[in-house]
């Protein structure tokens, strides 16, 4: 609720009475700055000197028309501009940028590719770089603007997406990542996607491959990693696209459409750069979103990266500049490595290689001809191939040489000769043979080495692995040689191959007591090996395998020191002691086998000792923390003496009863106080069955008797005085008449009248029929007046069967002959099929009867209902799931409730609640809604239904939600939001009255999956004690969540069989305190959890696909089955809640029969023919549900009896085909495509848009078609008509005026004559004008009939001052209103409660109506796609469409929705709910705060914490933890800002203008936000805005550096965060699944090798000083020690995998973050910015915000400064303190800031 609403709740601020004088009181005199415009008008005209009311009234009607039309077309041209922002004045900061901290070894003067280059100058090349830029400008305005989300939403169980193996590539990449290495994280990656349901697929294009060769450590990778994900992994990799424009790429696209593609925004080169600019712009062109690899990050449950959804700009880039896109793609690829040249002048061709390697190949398949190890062959091939072709390279050099240069004199390197080649290559098989026999244990503790290869090794190198590419290019193509390709990853290790070239160089030539053997087993090994090569090499002689080294050359440059140093002193690891007894109950068990410091260790003697800290004062307040201080002084029906106040609670409790009533029918029920409620359900009625009865209770049942009969006589006489006129209106006219039958219907109790009606009814619709028929002739019949006939039968015969007689079925028989249903007929009368009477056959139906009911009656199909009453229930008769639901809480048990949206499931939440009203006055229903809109709701709802006298003091219904509380702790039932309930269960004050809960009720549990705030949802299940009730329309798998809960009940239930109760006396305290004389009712204890399921929606929803086609729209009905595939149906089976509408079942059949008329089945499944339709009358819902199941198995079955082809044929029939239009055509034919909804009267309807300003837009979109729609019917006399009786009306009240006496007595005759005359004018004039201005029902889309004018302007009063209370009042007055999150309280309920009442039908609204809110409609219309509009919103969306009651059937449009993504809501299931993660250091903290301070501390029943001064060794809170535990929503800036504090950098800053001033400088005001911005709200941009800078023109864009002090402050935070977080991990490692960890995480790669004999020579190579007890070993490999854990940015890629522990679980504030290319990714300077120009539009166009989420974050963070300023007066002893003074000046300097926009 908005605070400003105190004219109805009273704010819980410091200063109470401030608040109570709102700025929002309805009767009050208000701010100038404040008043509409309206208010303007009226003033203009007693200026102008107006005298007539009317006259007023109209002319002022069309001056706001016109003003109002004139200020939207301001807006237009405002926001035109905005759109068609130049971005000239964008430019990049560095034309190529490339990521040289990963290609660290690159192009050189003595390595180099030559490609097959075009001149750089030529004009072609000079226009595609043009152009490229201009591409390049366009993906980042683009990119800019995407959207930081959780990638995988609702899809992820059935959709796939692509990852573009390159970009994956480019994303692992590091400098000092070894080979393995490199392939842990890649399948790291890929693993944590896969582990949370993902399904995707890989690609790697072949052209990209070019651009790697300058790089052939890269290029190797890549090679190696595609063949590894091809053989070792289930992933599928697709390697046979040449390029992202190739055809075939296209054609996979179209038949795949995958959910997003995750590409890379920069490559090592501005040449790779460009291409994936390309590829970004043709994925985004296709209509497939993209996802960048850069800024992703990882929680337990999600992966959020940075989204951006394809929209018709890129479609419309992409068509405009196709043919450029063509060519400069082809240009990037055309750059063709052909040869390479080594130390300047040795040159080699590629074709050459190739050649050697295939030759090569041949010769080792003859000598190895039963295959091998992938390592042996990869490294006996790459050496002969390298040795061969470098000898050759020098060979021919030595002949040609002559009078060139020699190499040093051009600043070359000289070449190795052959022999030291040889050496390295004998080095490269003994590296291959450690991996062979190694395991990874032991590799682990190899020295980390410190030297690089110098400049004459590395074109070598280079050259080798350029042949180790070719080799695994060759190899893959072979398949009639076996070869084992489970170790791709470790083919080589270059850390381990410097270690032995430093040991065989330096170590080794010192003498004997340094040369170590190799092993026998390996020695031999090698041996063979070199041998191998040597056979290869054939005609070369290279020596023999030893010695290893022949020549004295040095490999390794020669710089201190050779090894990374591993002595580092790690502080004593261990926890700190804790004597708690919570924490030796809890985690006892895990702390004996964790290490403890010893009581003298330094971390434990430097403590800091605070006082402890007790919380005695309200937060936000000040005042003393008791009950009597919780409790309001006046509330509902309390007598204050303040008669200001009581004026405030009537006025509250007025509209409170008059919202709620638009919410439901029926007056509010007075409860009384009852004691103990029966807790058998069926004690009602047993009650009733007395043998005995008293003369009374016989006297009463003969009154109700005779009152019954009394009724049923009146009711008859009713229905006498009805019957001739409503047979003649269904005869004029059927619509009108059958509607006027069927309310008259609703209002009869009596069953024998309700029976005489249908039978009138019937006979009414019978004559229709045949009076069409004849008029007919042979023209088509209109059947939906045969609809009305069998519709009729239906009825009579399930619902009034007792009361059927002889006559009455001869009747509905002869009407079944007259449609044409001679078998029904029989089937009815029970006799034998009668001759053909001519006369009838004129008035047949001409289709067969099952088919009629299913194609025409459709949703007229009865359902099954029960006809029993329940004496639980008055206004309805339960269906047996809400039986079940009374069941369970009448027997105190908990419940999950699953079932579609409007189905009565709320029913049991009001029952709950009235059960608990009339037990006593102290027990608590608590009612937990997701948003504070739905909170508004449920109260409107308990003030219209409850009403109960109770003592002073006490309420029936009270609200707490984060920005306002009312009545909180003495109400019986508390609405509220999770947040705020959690923080009264874990408050210790509030123990008491958590016991005093007897019911919570949660709405829309699924916000248990959501992405924010999800955790304090399973807080709540887990915390509570009493019965609860979880309801939701969308939870697919509600049989887990209802084990997970019943477990946690199980739990309580031992926990308190083993609490001794302690003897409190809470209750007679409350009782004493407030005179009642009744307790808390002990009620029987449960704790059973029940599942009520119940899948049928009241309303079937057909969906429509619209779409533009010329002037006109196509609108396609899109049958459910036609957003299958054949693979979905094979991999996933045909969804659960894929339901079909009876006439879609009769399509499914038809086109299942056309595809294939051989069609075994085809005659079982004839309507006609089907065992539940065959000679059934009625047909049921029910009856074609189990129609539809056998159809969607014989379905599946096709499948798997090999019919795929005729499947796809099927779905491709029921595919509609829209049509694509631009999103400028889209918007300008919106405003038709409503009224095109009123014509086929799908009205009212919601519009779904996902953009505040685009529903704003569409609204007043509406509005000026209809006023223009108008103008051009109205006749153009009409405005001077209007003028001329203005005029005359002006000139009468003139007269008026003139003959108005100033004694009535004195008139003379004449003169009352006149006055007569006059007035009788006037009348007629005002008559006149009023037709004139009436709004003609054409250009209106609103219902007059359906709200009087004294309730339409008591709503309109409502918001006469808010800021758009006079744009939302002329929009209504049109039946058109917008609805959205950033609208003030008041204007969305008044949109509400219009849409509710039928005056409004047409509404524009984001997802805020998702959520619960109550506004049933005819239809749903989906206007604008966006990553939010999911398969959970979609559902609870569509959901509104189908009022029960009103609409037979609801009806769902998707307006230029991209037809694959309306494929893919349709056919994706509900997403699962996975449990949080929810655990935190602040949870931790306000759980120790509890058990300390808790009132019953029985009941009730960390390093970091401790070292950081908020629990002492006693798990005391104390000093700030007060302060962290109410900022908890932000943690880790919650403890950065105590950090501040401690420090005193606030009061070094706070320093007013002069000494002794309570006033500040903006420039010290500017910093506060600056600081706080870079705490609280971060918003991170995407890596590469940063590289391009732009002129704003109003914001800065990307938020200044913290000032250096506070800065120094967050690093010493860091750092000792660090220390601990480091410390924890090293301590967890002992709980780590060691053989997991040497095993790779996707491919389950294992590394273990038992077989290992051990080697003297490896035990040489081995650091024994090295601590790795924390670190992946595969981290190890790349120079990893436990060390690097102290570093937050290592611990991603180095801890232990199975410890499931990454950086996000550590509280560290990042004052920089960087993106895997090492790229910093900029915060948004949103919150500074705005404080600086106080403008929205300039968020929106400057800082890449959109308005809502601006708004939703600016008003997140005002909240914010607010509380960290009442929270500081708290604190601090002096209430003139500068940093408080400083807060709270800057939290009203930003309120006011935001209140103006």
């Known amino acids: 609720m908005d605070s400003a609403e105190a004219d109805f709740w009273k704010v819980d601020d410091d200063d109470t009475s401030k608040s109570a004088s709102n700025d929002d009181e309805d009767n009050e005199s208000m701010d100038s700055g404040k008043i509409g415009l309206t208010q303007q008008f009226k003033r203009e005209d007693v200026e102008s000197g107006s005298t007539s009311d009317y006259d007023d009234e109209n002319e002022t009607s069309d001056k706001e028309e016109k003003t109002f039309m004139q200020m939207l077309k301001e807006m237009a041209d405002r926001e035109k501009k905005t759109e068609d922002r130049d971005y000239s004045n964008f430019y990049s900061t560095s034309n190529s940028e490339e990521v040289t901290q990963q290609a660290s070894q690159t192009e050189g003067k003595d390595f180099r590719v030559l490609q097959d280059r075009c001149d750089s100058q030529s004009p072609e090349r000079v226009k595609h770089l043009g152009f490229l830029e201009r591409l390049n400008l366009h993906i980042w305005t683009s990119l800019s603007q995407a959207d930081y989300v959780s990638l995988l939403k609702d899809f992820v169980e059935s959709e796939f997406f692509v990852i573009d193996g390159d970009s994956l590539l480019l994303k692992c990449l590091c400098k000092e990542t070894e080979y393995l290495t490199f392939f842990y994280r890649v399948e790291c990656f890929l693993h944590d996607f896969t582990e949370k349901g993902a399904k995707y697929v890989i690609v790697f294009f072949k052209d990209a491959e070019q651009m790697y060769f300058a790089y052939p450590h890269f290029l190797f990778l890549r090679t190696a990693l595609i063949e590894h994900l091809k053989h070792n992994t289930d992933i599928s990799v697709h390697t046979e696209f040449s390029n992202c424009l190739s055809s075939e790429w296209e054609i996979f696209l179209k038949n795949s459409y995958p959910y997003f593609i995750i590409v890379s925004d920069v490559g090592l080169t501005s040449l790779q750069t460009d291409y994936l600019c390309i590829f970004i712009a043709h994925s985004l062109s296709k209509k497939i979103n993209v996802v960048l690899t850069s800024g992703q990050e990882y929680d337990t449950l999600r992966v959020y990266g940075y989204h951006l959804q394809s929209l018709w700009k890129h479609r419309l880039f992409f068509q405009k500049h196709e043919k450029d896109l063509q060519c400069a793609c082809e240009t990037i690829v055309r750059y063709t490595a052909t040869s390479l040249c080594l130390y300047g002048h040795l040159k080699l061709s590629l074709k050459s290689i190739q050649k050697e390697i295939h030759q090569t190949i041949l010769l080792l398949k003859q000598l190895w001809p039963e295959g091998s190890d992938i390592r042996r062959t990869v490294c006996v091939l790459a050496c002969a191939v390298v040795l061969k072709l470098y000898s050759n390279m020098l060979k021919n050099a030595d002949t040609s040489v002559g009078a060139e240069e020699e190499p040093s004199e051009r600043g070359e390197s000289k070449p190795l000769s052959p022999e030291e080649a040889a050496d390295l290559c004998r080095m490269q098989c003994l590296t291959v043979i450690f991996l062979l026999h190694m395991p990874l244990s032991r590799r682990v503790q190899i020295r980390i080495i410190k030297s690089r290869w110098t400049e004459r090794v590395l074109p070598l190198m280079k050259m080798y692995e350029f042949c180790t590419h070719f080799v695994l290019t060759n190899l893959s193509d072979t398949n009639d040689w076996k070869l084992d390709l489970t170790y791709l990853p470790d083919l080589n290790d270059d850390s381990l191959l410097r270690n032995l070239a430093h040991y065989y160089e330096m170590e080794y030539c010192e003498g004997f007591k340094f040369q170590k053997e190799l092993g026998k087993e390996m020695e031999n090994e090698y041996q063979f090996l070199w041998d191998t090569i040597t056979k290869l090499a054939v005609k070369y002689d290279f020596g023999d395998a030893f010695p290893v080294r022949n020549t004295s050359q040095l490999f390794l440059e020669q710089k201190q020191p050779f090894f990374r140093g591993c002595e580092e002193e790690i502080p004593d690891i261990g926890l700190i002691p804790m004597k708690s007894d919570l924490v030796e109950a809890y985690a006892g068990d895990v702390l004996k086998v964790l290490p403890v410091l010893e009581s003298n260790d330094p971390a434990v003697t430097s403590l800091i000792k605070y006082k402890e800290f007790d919380e005695l004062c309200h937060w936000h307040s000040g005042r003393p923390l008791t009950e009597e201080y919780e409790r309001a002084q006046c509330s509902a029906d309390a007598k204050s003496k303040d008669p200001n106040e009581r004026r405030q609670i009537q006025k509250l409790q007025t509209f409170y009863r008059f919202y709620g009533s638009t919410l439901e029918d029926g007056t509010s029920k007075t409860i009384v106080n009852q004691g103990a409620m029966p807790v058998n359900a069926n004690t009602v009625v047993k009650k009733t069955r007395k043998t005995h009865k008293s003369k009374a209770e016989i006297i009463a049942e003969e009154n109700k008797k005779r009152l019954k009969i009394k009724e049923e006589k009146k009711e008859q006489e009713q229905w006498k005085a009805l019957r001739m006129s409503t047979e003649k209106e269904i005869k004029q006219n059927l619509t009108v008449g059958i509607n006027k039958l069927e309310k008259f219907l609703k209002t009869l109790q009596s069953r024998s009248v309700k029976f005489s009606a249908e039978i009138a009814g019937l006979s009414a619709c019978s004559e229709v029929w045949k009076e069409h028929c004849k008029k007919q002739g042979n023209n088509p019949k209109d059947l939906s007046i045969a609809v009305q006939v069998m519709r009729r039968i239906h009825i009579l015969l399930e619902k009034y069967q007792d009361l059927l007689e002889k006559s009455h079925l001869q009747k509905l028989t002869s009407c079944l002959r007259l449609l044409g249903f001679e078998n029904l007929a029989c089937s009815l009368s029970g006799q034998v099929r009668e001759s053909d009477d001519q006369s009838i056959s004129n008035y047949t139906t001409e289709v067969r009867p099952a088919r009629f009911q299913l194609q025409y009656m459709d949703y007229y199909l009865l359902r099954e209902e029960r006809n029993d009453p329940d004496p639980r229930v008055q206004h309805f008769i339960p269906d047996t799931w809400q039986r079940e639901l009374l069941d369970a809480v009448d027997n105190n048990e908990s419940a999950v409730i699953v079932a579609p949206t409007s189905s009565g499931k709320t029913y049991a939440s009001y029952y709950c609640m009235e059960k608990v009203l009339k037990m006593s006055n102290e027990g608590v229903v608590v009612y937990v809604a997701p948003t504070k809109a739905l909170v508004n709701q449920v109260v409107g709802i308990i003030y219209s239904r409850f009403t109960k006298k109770l003592p002073d003091g006490l309420v029936v219904c009270g609200v707490f939600t984060r920005d306002y509380r009312h009545d909180v702790m003495n109400c019986q039932i508390l609405v509220t939001v999770p947040q705020c309930l959690e923080i009264l269960m874990l408050s ?345 201005t009436e709004i003609p029902s054409a250009c209106t889309y609103a219902n007059s009939k359906a709200v009087d004018e004294n309730t339409l302007a008591k709503i309109f009063n409502r918001v006469r001052f808010q800021r758009k209370g006079y744009e939302q009042k002329m929009l209504a007055l049109r039946g058109i209103g917008y609805h959205h999150g950033s609208m003030a309280f008041r204007e969305r309920q008044v949109v509400e409660m219009l849409f509710r009442l039928g005056y409004i039908k047409v509404v524009t609204a984001t997802g805020t109506l998702a959520l619960g809110i109550n506004m049933p409609c005819k239809s749903v219309v989906f206007a604008e796609d966006s990553i939010f509009l999911d398969a959970l919103n979609y559902r609870q969306m569509s959901g509104r469409a189908g009022r029960r009651g009103q609409d037979m059937i609801g009806n769902v449009f998707f307006y230029d929705i991209p037809l694959p993504k309306v494929e893919r809501l349709i056919k994706s299931n509900v997403p699962q709910l996975k449990g949080q993660f929810p655990l935190t250091i602040s949870l931790v903290l306000r759980l120790m705060l509890l058990a300390a301070k808790a009132d019953d501390k029985a009941d009730a029943r960390a390093k970091f914490l401790i070292q950081e001064g908020y629990l002492d060794q006693a798990g005391n809170p104390i000093g700030f933890a007060g302060l962290v535990t109410h900022l908890h929503y932000y943690e880790p800036s919650n403890f950065v800002l105590v950090s501040f504090l401690v420090k005193g950098l606030f009061h070094k800053l706070c320093q007013p203008i002069e000494e002794g001033s309570t006033d500040f400088s903006e420039d010290v005001m500017e910093k506060l936000v600056l600081i706080l911005a870079n705490l609280f709200g971060r918003r991170y941009l995407p890596a590469g805005t940063a590289k391009f800078k732009n002129k704003f023109y109003q914001s800065k864009v990307f938020l200044e550096d913290l000032p250096e002090d506070f800065a120094e402050a967050v690093y010493e935070y860091n750092s000792k965060v660090e220390r601990n977080f480091a410390h924890f991990l090293l301590t967890a490692a002992k709980l780590a699944d060691t053989e997991q960890e040497y095993r790779l995480p996707l491919s389950k790669t294992d590394f273990t090798f038992k077989n290992w004999h051990g080697s003297e020579l490896a035990s040489y190579l081995m650091d024994n000083t090295k601590n790795i007890s924390a670190i992946s070993p595969f981290a190890c490999l790349s120079g990893m020690i436990d060390h690097d854990l102290f570093q937050a940015v290592n611990i991603n890629q180095a801890v232990l995998h199975s410890l499931k522990i990454n950086v996000t679980n550590c509280p560290l504030l990042h004052l920089e973050k960087y993106d895997d290319q090492g790229r910093k990714r900029p915060l948004n300077a949103y919150a500074l910015d705005f404080y600086k120009h106080g403008s929205l539009t300039a968020l929106t166009t400057d800082n890449w915000l959109n308005e809502g989420d601006a708004y939703y974050h600016l008003k997140d963070f005002s909240l914010l400064i607010k509380a960290i300023g009442t929270s500081l007066s708290e604190l601090c002893d002096n209430p003139n303190d500068n940093v408080l003074l400083a807060f709270q000046k800057l939290a009203e300097n930003y309120e006011n800031k935001l209140a103006a926009v």
């Open 988 to 1332: 210790p004050r509030c123990q008491e009255w958590t016991k005093r809960i007897q019911y919570v009720i949660f709405d829309e549990v699924h916000c248990l999956g959501g992405e924010i705030g999800a955790e304090v949802w399973e807080h709540l299940l887990v915390t509570i004690r009493c019965p609860f009730l979880a309801l939701s329309a969308t939870i697919s798998n509600p049989e887990h969540l209802t084990a997970w809960l019943q477990s946690v009940k199980r739990y309580w239930q031992h926990a308190e069989n083993t609490i001794e109760e302690s003897s409190t006396n809470s209750t007679e305290n409350f009782t004493r305190k407030y005179k009642v004389k009744s307790k808390v009712k002990e009620q029987k204890k449960s704790y059973r959890v029940r599942l009520v399921l119940y899948e049928e929606r009241y309303n079937d929803l057909e969906k429509y696909v619209c779409s533009i086609k010329g002037t006109d729209f196509v609108i396609e009905h899109c049958h459910p089955c036609a957003a299958l595939t054949v693979n979905h149906i094979e991999s996933y089976g045909i969804p659960s809640d894929l339901s079909l509408s009876p006439r879609e079942s009769l399509q499914l059949y038809d086109t299942m029969l056309k595809v294939w008329p051989e069609w075994p089945r085809a005659q079982d499944l004839d309507p006609e023919e089907f065992v539940l339709f065959k000679n059934k009358v009625v047909i049921k819902k029910v009856d074609v549900r189990k129609y539809e199941q056998e159809l969607k198995k014989e379905l599946t079955e096709w499948i798997v009896t090999g019919q795929r082809q005729k499947v796809h044929e099927l779905l491709e029939c029921l595919k509609p085909q829209p049509v694509d239009c631009s999103k400028e055509e889209k918007w300008t034919k919106f405003a038709c495509f409503v009224d095109k909804l009123r014509e086929m009267d799908k009205l009212p309807a919601i519009f779904f848009i996902f953009g505040i300003r685009s529903v704003e837009r569409a609204a007043q979109n509406i509005y000026s078609n209809l006023l223009k729609k108008q103008k051009n019917e109205q006749d153009p006399n009409t405005e001077r008509e209007k003028e001329n009786l203005r005029e005359k009306l002006r000139k009468v009240h003139r007269r008026l005026k003139k003959l108005q006496p100033f004694d009535a007595k004195k008139v003379s005759a004449s003169k009352s004559e006149s006055i007569v005359v006059a007035l009788s004018e006037k009348e007629h004039l005002e008559k006149k004008l009023k037709k004139l």
